[in-house]
């Protein structure tokens, strides 16, 4: 390691300013902390003289490892889907299913985190920042809430819009007002309809390189959220097999690549939960505000809205909602920032998610909406309760006056 | 009253002193250049009554505040003065006073601080050199010009920080009971509240000062920052705007009282000498203000790697260079690895057990009964990013986050809505040694408090 540490201080000179690559400072200077600890230690008069370990690099990287089960099934998953839409048994073709699943999605991750990384780069040198860790995570999350089969240049667009005009220009990671990875696909949603929602895109179709089974064409199969706002209560999965509650459970359903799976997504929750890195307020809250307003819908159950006739604890399985609950709501960024705060905004986005998807028969999902709008009324809940603060002490004054 | 403080942290660093009575029955006494540095007294703006050459004795002023001239800081021994050091613009940096025997006695001027108005008791107070040792909040400044009548005075008899010695009464002297009570009925003349009296369950400060009128005695359980003022009087009786508070600790409560009795105080302290990178941490026995070359001397390890000597704790306290001095108010010398001199291959990814975090992201940190940080940041600074990590370590009631926010945003009402005047720097530390985003915390608040005193006066 010694040898690194002399190669990369010969380096250098090189990239600072005057040097032959001074314009990749900010490139070089992300890898340099990636690689080595700053030696940077406290200073100023006052100041702690010691500092926690955690640091943001540490923080995103459990997020990551915290996606990772749900990511590794979402291409199994795909595999697996395909394998049924092709007709073929997926029974005992793990490896190919993992396999297909993988090429599927390497080139959406590749264009997420080479567009999205590329932007932090060429702004991070611009402002002479250092690099951010943000789109570690953003690069990632955006292949996981989109249809497997998102075509590279509309993902491309989409990134590269989130990332400059929700991110960059409100001063980069920590400033943004709306959680980067939702507004991708909100962008892609409205921007791109056709292939972002109905029953031809959740589940792959195409040979990622030529591997793997056939498909037929005009092969169509609708998520169970699809489904039920057809008015189909009885969800069957691709080739018509009756969709259990536990293969829901489990994610052996047609949908986004990383919201299927409500058991993988609850192990990273619980990851996230036990390194105290997300607010485990906003994930208990986002599901008891779904099976609120899912009792509250079931109890006024109409054959209207057919999404009202599920049983309230089956909203949880289905869709989004999980995947919204544990990783997008989360986001200490967007979400109220507030302890208090956390459990008014947590419970809304349950509540408005739900009742999207309940009484808007347009959209058969409302996690992303739900989550975005309440990214933007996140604020206000944390302006009343500062307000509370204030008005608190306010009284304090009154009354020690009298 | 008692009173429990949850939102706090205690840290476990290795180079503590184990055994008290045995380190005090072992302490050595140290001698050598004393300094006095008035950046230790925030709000008092150096004068010098002195100039170098000039013979003093102990308890001489030295210096005095620009702002409040009756307000002076006292030499802590008897000697000649070696130097005033100055910075930029010869504000005065340090007097340095060399030790010299002592001749013959000089005739000193005698306040009564045993009687008279609270107005003359604060006078003769300041031209001790012992009111200057109080704090004033708002605005964590030395007592202000005027100020005689305080909402409270709170006393604080224990230091929670991490290797801190919190000492015995009787290490402060044989008559240390009556004096302590004597301090006591001083300090409970100068305010229209009471005196409070923050102490540990079973410490002996409770049954002494128990009887003094005005007192109420006010025990504190509970990890860091339960030592501090902030935190006390967040579960007393929070500080409103247009309030005062004045906080001490028990050494200058006693020295107060040590005057009202002999009409002279003493400048001797027992000193921790502390932190990882000491041979054998101990006590030492020395003035205010000692030299920390002769403080440490010896006990250092004798190691290639970079030191940071802290005078005080690593939360709070000042980083000095070997050639630097005891800085008020500390009583504790605490040396850690600097860091600046390591490499550390990906240490964001490290699951080394040695790794002191107040997270959980360390899983393998129970493993480890004491931690030797060294002083690096541990990772880059950033935007605020992870939410309500400085009210997990906040006592008080307040919105730390929208506080700092609205200090750098200069917006005075909302530090005012938000509560500056309760705060000091110190209650702060905490959260910056926690936080994610690596903000220096402190520096803000004190710039803060700085803006918001120079807007409003």
């Given at each position: 390691?010694?040898?690194?540490?002399?190669?990369?201080?010969?380096?250098?000179?090189?990239?600072?300013?005057?040097?032959?690559?001074?314009?990749?400072?900010?490139?070089?200077?992300?890898?340099?902390?990636?690689?080595?600890?700053?030696?940077?230690?406290?200073?100023?008069?006052?100041?702690?003289?010691?500092?926690?370990?955690?640091?943001?690099?540490?923080?995103?990287?459990?997020?990551?490892?915290?996606?990772?089960?749900?990511?590794?099934?979402g291409m199994y998953n795909i595999g697996y889907q395909h394998w049924l839409a092709a007709g073929a048994n997926p029974e005992?073709a793990?490896?190919s299913l993992?396999?297909y699943g993988?090429l599927t999605v390497?080139?959406r991750?590749?264009?997420?985190?080479?567009?999205?990384?590329?932007?932090?780069?060429?702004?991070?040198?611009?402002?002479?920042?250092?690099?951010?860790?943000?789109?570690?995570?953003?690069?990632?999350?955006?292949?996981?809430?989109c249809p497997p089969e998102v075509s590279?240049?509309?993902?491309?667009?989409?990134?590269?819009?989130?990332?400059?005009?929700?991110?960059?220009?409100?001063?980069?990671?920590?400033?943004?007002?709306?959680?980067?990875?939702?507004?991708?696909?909100?962008?892609?949603?409205?921007?791109y309809p056709a292939h972002m929602s109905g029953d031809k895109v959740f589940v792959a179709t195409g040979q990622p390189f030529g591997f793997g089974p056939e498909v037929a064409d005009g092969f169509t199969c609708a998520t169970p959220l699809g489904q039920?706002s057809q008015?189909t209560?009885?969800v069957s999965g691709v080739g018509g097999h009756v969709l259990?509650?536990?293969d829901?459970?489990?994610g052996l359903m047609p949908g986004c690549m990383?919201?299927t799976?409500?058991?993988?997504?609850?192990?990273?929750?619980?990851?996230?939960?036990?390194?105290?890195?997300?607010?485990?307020?906003?994930?208990?809250?986002?599901?008891?505000?779904?099976?609120?307003?899912?009792?509250?819908?079931?109890?006024?159950?109409?054959?209207?809205?057919?999404?009202?006739?599920?049983?309230?604890?089956?909203?949880?399985?289905?869709?989004?909602?999980?995947?919204?609950?544990?990783?997008?709501?989360?986001?200490?960024?967007?979400?109220?920032?507030?302890?208090?705060?956390?459990?008014?905004?947590?419970?809304?986005?349950?509540?408005?998610?739900?009742?999207?998807?309940?009484?808007?028969?347009?959209?058969p999902?409302?996690?992303?909406?739900?989550?975005?709008?309440?990214?933007?009324?996140?604020?206000?809940?944390?302006?009343?309760?500062?307000?509370?603060?204030?008005?608190?002490?306010?009284?304090?004054?009154?009354?020690?006056?009298? | 009253?008692?009173?429990?403080?949850?939102?706090?942290?205690?840290?476990?660093?290795?180079?503590?002193?184990?055994?008290?009575?045995?380190?005090?029955?072992?302490?050595?006494?140290?001698?050598?250049?004393?300094?006095?540095?008035?950046?230790?007294?925030?709000?008092?703006?150096?004068?010098?009554?002195?100039?170098?050459?000039?013979?003093?004795?102990?308890?001489?002023?030295?210096?005095?505040?620009?702002?409040?001239?009756?307000?002076?800081?006292?030499?802590?021994?008897?000697?000649?003065?070696?130097?005033?050091?100055?910075?930029?613009?010869?504000?005065?940096?340090?007097?340095?006073?060399?030790?010299?025997?002592?001749?013959?006695?000089?005739?000193?001027?005698?306040?009564?601080?045993?009687?008279?108005?609270?107005?003359?008791?604060?006078?003769?107070?300041?031209?001790?050199?012992?009111?200057?040792?109080?704090?004033?909040?708002?605005?964590?400044?030395?007592?202000?010009?005027?100020?005689?009548?305080?909402?409270?005075?709170?006393?604080?008899?224990?230091?929670?920080?991490?290797?801190?010695?919190?000492?015995?009464?009787?290490?402060?002297?044989?008559?240390?009971?009556?004096?302590?009570?004597?301090?006591?009925?001083?300090?409970?003349?100068?305010?229209?509240?009471?005196?409070?009296?923050?102490?540990?369950?079973?410490?002996?400060?409770?049954?002494?000062?128990?009887?003094?009128?005005?007192?109420?005695?006010?025990?504190?359980?509970?990890?860091?920052?339960?030592?501090?003022?902030?935190?006390?009087?967040?579960?007393?009786?929070?500080?409103?705007?247009?309030?005062?508070?004045?906080?001490?600790?028990?050494?200058?409560?006693?020295?107060?009282?040590?005057?009202?009795?002999?009409?002279?105080?003493?400048?001797?302290?027992?000193?921790?000498?502390?932190?990882?990178?000491?041979?054998?941490?101990?006590?030492?026995?020395?003035?205010?203000?000692?030299?920390?070359?002769?403080?440490?001397?010896?006990?250092?390890?004798?190691?290639?790697?970079?030191?940071?000597?802290?005078?005080?704790?690593?939360?709070?306290?000042?980083?000095?260079?070997?050639?630097?001095?005891?800085?008020?108010?500390?009583?504790?010398?605490?040396?850690?690895?600097?860091?600046?001199?390591?490499?550390?291959?990906?240490?964001?990814?490290?699951?080394?057990?040695?790794?002191?975090?107040?997270?959980?992201?360390?899983?393998?940190?129970?493993?480890?009964?004491?931690?030797?940080?060294?002083?690096?940041?541990?990772?880059?600074?950033?935007?605020?990013?992870?939410?309500?990590?400085?009210?997990?370590?906040?006592?008080?009631?307040?919105?730390?986050?929208?506080?700092?926010?609205?200090?750098?945003?200069?917006?005075?009402?909302?530090?005012?809505?938000?509560?500056?005047?309760?705060?000091?720097?110190?209650?702060?530390?905490?959260?910056?040694?926690?936080?994610?985003?690596?903000?220096?915390?402190?520096?803000?608040?004190?710039?803060?408090?700085?803006?918001?005193?120079?807007?409003?006066?």
């Open positions: 390691m010694a040898s690194l540490r002399k190669y990369l201080d010969k380096i250098k000179p090189q990239f600072e300013p005057g040097g032959k690559y001074q314009a990749l400072q900010s490139v070089f200077e992300g890898f340099e902390s990636f690689l080595y600890s700053p030696r940077t230690t406290s200073a100023g008069r006052y100041t702690t003289h010691i500092h926690d370990s955690i640091d943001s690099k540490r923080t995103m990287t459990i997020v990551i490892l915290a996606l990772l089960p749900c990511f590794v099934f005992g793990f490896w993992l396999f993988f390497l080139p991750l590749v264009v997420s985190y080479v567009v999205g990384l590329g932007i932090e780069f060429v702004v991070a040198q611009w402002r002479h920042e250092e690099i951010q860790e943000g789109f570690l995570v953003t690069g990632i999350l955006i292949p996981m809430i590279l240049w509309m993902l491309a667009v989409a990134t590269a819009f989130s990332v400059i005009f929700v991110k960059e220009v409100f001063g980069g990671t920590g400033y943004n007002l709306l959680n980067v990875a939702l507004v991708t696909r909100a962008f892609l949603f409205f921007a039920i008015g209560l009885d259990s509650t536990w829901a459970f489990l990383g919201e799976s409500t058991l993988f997504i609850l192990i990273g929750g619980v990851l996230l939960m036990l390194a105290g890195i997300a607010s485990w307020r906003v994930m208990l809250t986002v599901f008891a505000g779904a099976l609120f307003m899912g009792w509250v819908a079931n109890i006024f159950a109409t054959p209207t809205y057919p999404m009202a006739s599920v049983e309230p604890w089956h909203q949880l399985l289905y869709g989004g909602l999980a995947f919204a609950a544990v990783f997008m709501a989360t986001d200490p960024v967007t979400s109220a920032r507030t302890t208090k705060g956390k459990y008014v905004y947590g419970f809304l986005t349950g509540v408005i998610a739900v009742l999207i998807r309940t009484y808007n028969n347009g959209y999902e409302g996690a992303m909406l739900a989550v975005l709008l309440m990214n933007c009324f996140a604020p206000l809940i944390d302006w009343c309760v500062v307000e509370a603060n204030a008005r608190r002490r306010l009284a304090r004054l009154v009354r020690s006056q009298k | 009253m008692d009173i429990k403080i949850k939102k706090g942290l205690d840290l476990k660093l290795a180079g503590g002193i184990e055994n008290v009575s045995a380190a005090l029955a072992d302490c050595r006494d140290v001698h050598g250049v004393c300094a006095i540095c008035p950046e230790d007294y925030p709000g008092f703006k150096p004068k010098a009554l002195v100039k170098e050459g000039d013979m003093v004795y102990a308890g001489e002023p030295v210096l005095y505040n620009k702002d409040y001239e009756g307000m002076t800081l006292v030499s802590p021994i008897d000697g000649r003065v070696k130097a005033v050091v100055r910075g930029d613009r010869r504000r005065i940096l340090r007097v340095e006073i060399e030790p010299i025997e002592a001749g013959e006695a000089v005739p000193r001027t005698i306040f009564p601080i045993e009687k008279g108005t609270a107005a003359n008791v604060v006078s003769s107070l300041a031209h001790l050199g012992l009111l200057a040792r109080l704090r004033q909040r708002p605005y964590d400044v030395v007592p202000t010009e005027g100020t005689t009548m305080v909402r409270d005075i709170y006393v604080m008899c224990f230091d929670a920080a991490p290797l801190a010695l919190s000492l015995p009464l009787e290490a402060f002297g044989n008559e240390a009971e009556e004096w302590l009570r004597s301090g006591l009925a001083v300090l409970s003349r100068l305010t229209t509240g009471k005196v409070y009296v923050a102490c540990r369950e079973g410490d002996k400060v409770a049954s002494v000062s128990g009887g003094v009128p005005g007192v109420e005695i006010v025990k504190v359980a509970g990890p860091y920052p339960s030592g501090l003022p902030g935190a006390v009087i967040a579960a007393t009786k929070p500080i409103n705007k247009g309030e005062t508070v004045w906080t001490l600790d028990l050494a200058t409560a006693i020295r107060v009282g040590e005057y009202a009795k002999h009409h002279k105080y003493g400048f001797e302290n027992y000193v921790a000498l502390t932190g990882s990178e000491l041979s054998a941490p101990g006590i030492a026995k020395a003035p205010d203000g000692i030299e920390l070359k002769a403080l440490l001397k010896g006990v250092v390890k004798d190691t290639p790697e970079h030191k940071r000597i802290i005078s005080g704790n690593v939360f709070t306290g000042v980083r000095e260079s070997e050639d630097g001095y005891l800085r008020f108010p500390y009583r504790q010398v605490t040396v850690i690895p600097e860091g600046d001199d390591t490499d550390e291959f990906m240490g964001w990814a490290s699951l080394a057990p040695s790794k002191v975090s107040a997270k959980r992201s360390f899983p393998l940190s129970f493993m480890r009964k004491l931690f030797s940080p060294d002083a690096r940041l541990n990772g880059g600074r950033r935007a605020m990013i992870m939410s309500g990590e400085y009210d997990r370590y906040m006592p008080i009631d307040i919105l730390p986050e929208y506080l700092v926010k609205a200090i750098l945003a200069k917006d005075v009402e909302g530090m005012e809505r938000l509560g500056i005047y309760e705060v000091a720097p110190e209650d702060f530390a905490l959260a910056e040694f926690a936080d994610t985003s690596k903000l220096p915390l402190q520096q803000i608040v004190r710039d803060g408090l700085d803006y918001l005193r120079k807007e409003l006066e």
